[in-house]
C-alpha cells in the first residue's frame, strides 16, 4: 500500500517562498504509482480540492493559471519524493496542501482521478 507522507508547510509573509514535499513508501511493485502522475492539491475551508500542479511520467507538467509561473512542482523518483516550490505567496495561497499519486497516465488537475493521498500540510501566508 502506497503511504504519502507531506512535509515543510509553515507560516510565511507575503511575498516569500516555501518548499513543500512529499515522501512515499511502498512495497517495490506500487512504485508505479511514483513514476506516473502525480500531483499537488489545495483545499480552503468551505470550498472544492483545487488541483494546483501536475507532472506525468516524463516529466512533463501542467499548472493552475492560479500558481502558474510562482509554482514549480518536481520529483526525485530516486528519493520517491515529489516537491512544490512556492515563490511569491500571497495570502489566497493559505490552505492545506495535499499531494496524490494516480498511479496512471496522463497527468491531471482533476482530483477525482487520483488514488492516493497524503493527509496534508497546513501553509500559512501572512500580509
Known amino acids: 500500500q502506497v503511504k504519502l507522507v507531506e512535509s515543510g508547510g509553515g507560516s510565511v509573509q507575503s511575498g516569500g517562498s516555501l518548499r513543500i514535499s512529499c515522501t512515499a513508501s511502498a512495497p517495490t511493485i506500487e512504485y508505479t504509482y511514483i513514476r506516473y502522475s502525480m500531483g499537488w492539491f489545495r483545499h480552503h475551508p468551505g470550498r472544492e480540492r483545487e488541483g494546483l500542479a501536475a507532472?506525468?511520467?516524463?516529466?512533463?507538467?501542467v499548472y493552475a493559471d492560479s500558481v502558474k509561473g510562482r509554482f514549480v512542482i518536481s520529483r526525485d523518483v530516486a528519493k520517491a519524493t515529489l516537491y512544490l516550490q512556492m515563490n511569491g505567496l500571497k495570502p489566497e495561497d493559505t490552505a492545506t496542501y495535499y499531494c496524490a499519486a494516480r498511479g496512471e497516465p496522463p497527468k491531471t488537475l482533476d482530483a477525482r482521478l487520483y488514488k492516493k493521498w497524503g493527509q496534508g500540510t497546513q501553509v500559512t501566508v501572512s500580509s
Open positions: 507532472i506525468g511520467r516524463d516529466g512533463s507538467t
